[in-house]
Structures are given as structure tokens and as C-alpha cells.
């Protein structure tokens, strides 16, 4: 049982490019979530699913979509990487929802120059 | 009024002593106040959690005051171990609502 597993653990990217963060869980929760961590700022909700084929935004979705096509992948797509999107991103998993447990991988260092 | 307030920023606490994170909400929907623990290089992990029909939880040397009127929660780590040098995340959630705010963090280091 590997839990939430998140790749690339580091990426470096320059102004412009895009990219997918890949996040996975083998628990079989149906709700998922993407943060992202800066320094205090806390965990801000980019974008959560609760369930396969339905996503919605969270507070920061700008510049990021997903998709959600299997109950165990949920990835990240930045379209076009700016200097403001360098940051800690954290998947989470919880089986009934964020009011509940919330499982997070060990995150992605993205930085963009 | 979605937003979490926490404080103190930072914290150092000698080996023993009781360390209190304290955080603060508006939103009087909230029904959820979980906390998250963080150590450098990982992800959170829930620490503790409760609901707004209780006023104290406590699980071993941790333990979360809830106080509803003043729409105040707070962490106090009992004993506190240089094992418990993490950084601390309070967040409240609100049944309804497919999400949690998190507050920005409190970073503890426990000195020996």
C-alpha cells in the first residue's frame, strides 16, 4: 500500500513552459486535492475532485487544470509556468471527503525561472 | 471569512515545557478543526481533529481546546519533545463544502 505518491519529487522550469504534476493513490478515495505550500501562506486549494470526472476549482486555480479520468490519478497541468507558480505542491486523498482524514503525498519543488 | 488565523508564527519551546498554537475563524458554518503536523521534506499528516460539539480532545500529550462563542481553537502539546519540531497547521471545514482553509502555520522547534 503505497499511499499518495506525487512525480517528479523537483522540477525546474522556465517562464512559459508547461508541465503535469502526477499524483496517484492506491486507496481508492474518492476525493482528491491539490495544494500548493508557500512560506506563510499555509496549504491553498488549487483544485479537488470528488470523484472520477468531476473537478472543481479551489481558492488559487489560476493558471492550473486537471482532469480526473480514473479514481486513482489526479494530475496537475500548469499551461504556462510564471515565476509565481514556484512553490510546494502537496496531492491529498481522503475517503470521505477533506472533512475527514486527508492523506498527502511527499510533495513536488517546483521552481520557475 | 473563509480565512484561518494562527498564531504564534514561531514558537520555541524547551525539552518538557507545553507548547499552544492558537488559531481563530469567522465563518460560524465551520463544523470541522483539524490539525496537521508537517516535518521538513513531507507532507502533512493529521494530527488531530474534532467537531464544535466538544470542548477538549485529547489524544496522549496532545490535546485541542475548542471554544465556539469565541469561534477560537488551540493546540497544546503536553511534554513537549524535540521529536515534535514540525510545523503545525490549524484548519477548519464545514460539512457541506467540499473543502478545508488552512491556517498559514506555526513552526515549533523543541530544545533540549
Known amino acids: 500500500n503505497a499511499g499518495v505518491t506525487q512525480t517528479p519529487k523537483f522540477q525546474v522550469l522556465k517562464t512559459g513552459q508547461s508541465m503535469t504534476l502526477q499524483c496517484a493513490q492506491d486507496?481508492?478515495?474518492?476525493?482528491m486535492s491539490w495544494y500548493r505550500q508557500d512560506p506563510g501562506m499555509g496549504l491553498r486549494l488549487i483544485h479537488y475532485?470528488?470523484?472520477?470526472?468531476?473537478?472543481d476549482q479551489g481558492e488559487v486555480p489560476n493558471g492550473y487544470n486537471v482532469s480526473r479520468s480514473t479514481t486513482e490519478d489526479f494530475p496537475l497541468r500548469l499551461l504556462s509556468a510564471a515565476p509565481s507558480q514556484t512553490s510546494v505542491y502537496f496531492c491529498a486523498s481522503s475517503g470521505g471527503g477533506p472533512i475527514y482524514e486527508q492523506y498527502f503525498g511527499p510533495g513536488t519543488r517546483l521552481t520557475v525561472t | 471569512q473563509q480565512q484561518v488565523k494562527q498564531s504564534p508564527q514561531s514558537l520555541i519551546v524547551q525539552k518538557g515545557g507545553i507548547s499552544i498554537i492558537n488559531c481563530a475563524y469567522e465563518n460560524t458554518a465551520f463544523d470541522y478543526f483539524p490539525w496537521y503536523q508537517q516535518f521538513p521534506g513531507k507532507g502533512p499528516a493529521l494530527l488531530i481533529a474534532i467537531r464544535p460539539d466538544v470542548s477538549e480532545k485529547k489524544e496522549g500529550r496532545f490535546t485541542i481546546s475548542f471554544n465556539k462563542s469565541a469561534k477560537q481553537f488551540s493546540l497544546h502539546i503536553m511534554d513537549s519533545q524535540p521529536g515534535d519540531s514540525a510545523t503545525y497547521f490549524c484548519?477548519?471545514?464545514?460539512?457541506?463544502?467540499?473543502?478545508?482553509?488552512f491556517g498559514p502555520g506555526t513552526s515549533l522547534s523543541v530544545i533540549p
Open positions: 486507496m481508492n478515495h474518492e476525493y
Open positions: 475532485s470528488v470523484g472520477a470526472g468531476i473537478t
Open positions: 484548519a477548519a471545514g464545514e460539512t457541506s463544502y467540499d473543502k478545508v482553509i
